[in-house]
């Protein structure tokens, strides 16, 4: 393909692309295609010789298309938002395009550049801790997803915690590599019964036993009970155990409960456990003042998560990770082969991003996210979160005013947690009439034992007529209400 | 931004990339600032109000472009390629715009079902085992890089040696946690001195002790030695240790040798242990028949890693790992809190690779492979291997036949190494001139404890004139070799 045919192409998938955008309101949200549907139109083998792009872009309409679940349609609710806001589109294209590495500074110094400085700028937009900026001992990276980044995070405490030494040695009689080992076995992990699968998933993966994270209990809001958390680390510690590495979540998955980040920081603190903060979903609500006191004590965090990915208005993916103390994380991860070795990096004057994360290669994030805050500004970023939190509230307020339904949880931010008084069937009948209309699109959880579901607003196009619409989806006919299909 | 905005400045996105593909080849490779030029000309502050996209455009022309390091130009030797084909490019925009999460077969069943089947066609194309293939046991999945790939195998691996229960274990007298760690004391991890940096930071993220990781001894070719391999296995098994995990690699980063795949396989299933092979670079080649050779054995793999990111035509980030026994991911990784319940799910009927890696938020990257396997076909990626491997032999023979420089491992994929017989100090300010030309772009290795230059050919635009621009920089006015600079 030459300059001018990418030209002439690019043109149409922009094309493409502009009409999506437009009509994408049109198309059932929730995919309505059998297993093995999509697969079933695909030849049994890649095409000997290259094919016009045109046949492409035709299969992409007639084949691909029906297959996707519209996560950019205003009646998506069914997820944290996963906003690809047109700016963020055209910052990710030049990324692909300029098609570099920014493992080390050397290989693309502005995109290790780029990003320290973006991600500076957010800490200052978002309130968040001096420390966490990269002119002190602190940064940011930008990792793929809130799961790395914890797992990353994970890593980085064990590996402080044994560089600290203030593990139990056992007796130096033992075999070697029972020893060895024996790093681990006395490391304990804590997080909320209602915080991220994440966690665990890093835990184990950390191969850190899951009999040592404790899952604790939560209060009525779902948010952590610290005297709960206290007590847990309290017993540890008089077992001879090491607590290692605790987790507050602002804005669980579940229901977006906000555990209390300061007394939960402090008991970190007092046993010497790696705090982390995970934000993903609400840490980008913390662009607002008011929003703020959702983050109150996130200056005791030795790390601090979340997604631009989700509720900033960039596309995916595009997590921001932000520790107090870099070497931290370099200490954890950094091996230096020699064809990776460079002058740059070895005077110590140059963050190399490899040496913060498990990937080695990396792409150029950072632009889309530098496309993103120029092009909607702090006032832009602002508006969109207050208009998904106002939606939010009118929602919430319509079910808190009905008869036939109720609040499962407090809402805060932009997701509403509901449930039919009548109990759970009627709550999944109602989930299951509103996805199957093609209108909108819904989950559920559960909450105290019973299913509510999640209205997550937040989409780039969502407005007050797409939750109306959710609404009146809830209000007619529930007498016609059908039976969940198997598939 | 309206759709019309959007297509717009779209247009203008295209256009400045289609003169950037035009013009690569006129900017020095390797970028010339220094440490923190890039930042001293951002703003301090992200703006309060959004600029025009005008504006955008303009910095990144005049500030960002000279902080690149020009990975598409084609006189980008320095690391294995990673090309962003223009078809590619357009692939991954629709997957930007699309703005789908494929975590779940049912967020999106197009996102699922057309990975696995371009993962499929590779598996045809490539000559690989039908075993890997997603209509029995197996299956391929997308991850970002091969570290996350490894990484991933090495935990599926220790998963399925502990569920195997042939690890000895301790007595059951000991306390709850020693015991529960023992579970990693006894395991072991073999890979050759020359394999990537990312099997031990696998290791070391899995919470593997660094001395279970035997980095086994290499041949004149730099190829893992299986006889010492052997040897080693041979003396854990003795001292009560479990050999879990064997790696080897066809094409190692430093000089793409190629380890001894079926003898290494036969030793690691004698023992138990988990067959990796990481092809991460070299595995695109097997699109050749010719080449295939390199991958005998490879049938007695647990699991493949290559990247399509590197060498075919497909703009980072794209691995495929591919395994014969997807359960054993899928038991190593899966865990399903409530909100991501689902009907399709728990049939059975599909697949959800979000249980296949470590994170869960994952984007449409198949879109792309699908695009480049269309529109190359079968032909042009073979010729596109083929015209990088007819280069590297042309540009070899020149070295070989020269009387100031000699080859320092075989060629035999899309790399040459080679030195300057002067010794060390030359190699090395060839290099710097090299570099310092902005014509192209190398980087070293050590060989035999000798510096030895690495020249990877394998860009979209790279043609013979290239390499010999190298040549030509070789050959002509050693003696005012500048010194390295100091960054």
Chains 1, 2 share one sequence.
Not at 162 to 171: I, L, V
Not at 201 to 215: D, Q, S
């Amino acid at each position: 393909m030459t300059p001018e045919q990418f030209r002439q192409h690019g043109y149409q998938v922009i094309d493409w692309l502009a009409d999506y955008i437009e009509n994408v309101e049109e198309y059932p949200v929730l995919s309505r295609v059998r297993p093995g549907a999509i697969r079933s139109r695909l030849p049994d083998a890649a095409p000997d010789v290259g094919e016009p792009f045109e046949l492409v872009l035709r299969d992409l309409d007639q084949i691909i298309l029906p297959g996707i679940t519209h996560w950019q349609s205003p009646g998506f609710f069914a997820y944290f938002p996963s906003n690809a806001s047109p700016a963020s589109i055209l910052g990710d294209l030049v990324s692909s395009g300029l098609g570099v590495q920014g493992m080390l500074w050397s290989t693309s110094p502005a995109c290790t550049e780029l990003e320290m400085h973006v991600l500076d700028w957010l800490v200052d937009l978002m309130g968040l801790p001096a420390a966490f900026k990269s002119d002190g001992l602190g940064g940011g990276v930008i990792q793929d997803t809130a799961s790395s980044s914890t797992l990353s995070t994970i890593v980085a405490a064990r590996a402080r915690t044994e560089k600290g030494g203030r593990r139990r040695e056992k007796g130096e009689n033992g075999k070697r590599n029972a020893k060895s080992a024996s790093r681990d076995s006395e490391l304990v992990a804590y997080a909320s019964r209602e915080a991220h699968s994440s966690v665990e998933k890093g835990i184990r993966i950390a191969g850190i036993p899951r009999e040592n994270l404790r899952l604790v209990d939560v209060d009525r809001e779902l948010a952590m009970d610290a005297d709960a958390l206290a007590r847990v680390m309290t017993d540890d510690v008089d077992a001879g155990r090491v607590p290692f590495f605790v987790c507050a979540t602002i804005g669980t998955t579940g229901t977006t409960a906000i555990d209390p980040v300061r007394r939960i920081g402090e008991l970190a603190r007092e046993h010497g456990a790696w705090f982390h903060v995970d934000a993903a979903y609400a840490g980008s609500a913390a662009v607002c003042p008011e929003l703020r006191w959702t983050h109150d004590g996130v200056e005791l965090a030795d790390s601090y998560t979340f997604n631009p990915h989700k509720w900033l208005l960039t596309n995916f993916d595009c997590n921001a990770l932000y520790v107090q103390d870099r070497t931290s994380l370099i200490d954890a991860f950094s091996i230096t082969p020699e064809y990776l070795r460079n002058a740059a990096s070895e005077t110590g004057d140059v963050i190399d991003y490899r040496d913060w994360h498990v990937q080695l290669g990396r792409r150029f994030r950072a632009l889309k996210l530098w496309f993103v805050l120029r092009h909607y500004g702090a006032e832009g970023l602002r508006a969109h979160i207050r208009k998904d939190v106002e939606l939010a509230q009118y929602f919430a307020g319509l079910v808190a005013a009905s008869d036939d339904y109720e609040l499962a949880a407090p809402a805060t931010f932009g997701l509403v947690c509901f449930r039919h008084v009548e109990g759970d069937d009627t709550t999944r009948a109602v989930m299951d009439r509103i996805n199957d209309s093609g209108r909108a699109y819904l989950t559920h959880t559960v909450v105290d034992g019973r299913v509510g579901l999640r209205l997550a607003i937040g989409g780039v196009r969502t407005e007050r007529r797409h939750v109306d619409e959710v609404w009146d989806l809830m209000g007619s006919g529930l007498d016609s209400c059908i039976e969940p299909e198997d598939d």
